[in-house]
């Protein structure tokens, strides 16, 4: 049987694939993503495919470079990188986000709990703020007082 840390390798190796019905075979039935920004919740197998599928919609030619993974046994971190350019549409809870064409780079890291082999939960976390600024989203203003030396 593999490990919890080979599971989730294997969780965002499946979003690469763009295989969201193996990444829904890896969760509980009442299983959560929690996105901790945002406050948005995904429950079970049907939510993770839509959170990937969300994902994947914004950014067709998204990929995720896993950076690190720390194993505590039944809960494991995963600290992962996320490069794709925006030429869809991506579904959020504040409603869609048109397509920019823009390059984003994004820093995320998930923390995933196991029960019996399978995730329970997963808590992600990204700076959304710089997701917008590198979509365009925000004020130039934001942009400028985040160049502006400290």
């Not at 979003?15 to 429950?43: H, Q, Y």
Request: proline share 7%; aromatic share 8%; charged share 25%.
């Amino acid at each position: 049987m593999p490990s919890n840390a080979e599971i989730a390798r294997d969780l965002y190796l499946s979003w690469n694939e763009r295989d969201f019905d193996r990444a829904a075979e890896m969760v509980k039935p009442d299983s959560e993503i929690i996105v901790v920004g945002t406050g948005e919740k995904f429950i079970g197998p049907d939510g993770v495919r839509r959170y990937d599928s969300n994902w994947a919609e914004g950014f067709p030619d998204g990929e995720i470079t896993v950076d690190n993974i720390l194993d505590a046994g039944d809960c494991v971190v995963v600290e992962f990188t996320g490069r794709g350019t925006h030429t869809g549409t991506l579904p959020t809870s504040m409603g869609p986000i048109p397509p920019t064409g823009r390059q984003l780079t994004l820093s995320l890291c998930d923390v995933l709990e196991f029960q019996e082999g399978k995730v329970k939960r997963q808590r992600s976390y990204f700076d959304t703020g710089s997701m917008m600024m590198q979509l365009g989203l925000l004020p130039e203003q934001a942009e400028a007082a985040q160049e502006a030396p400290r």
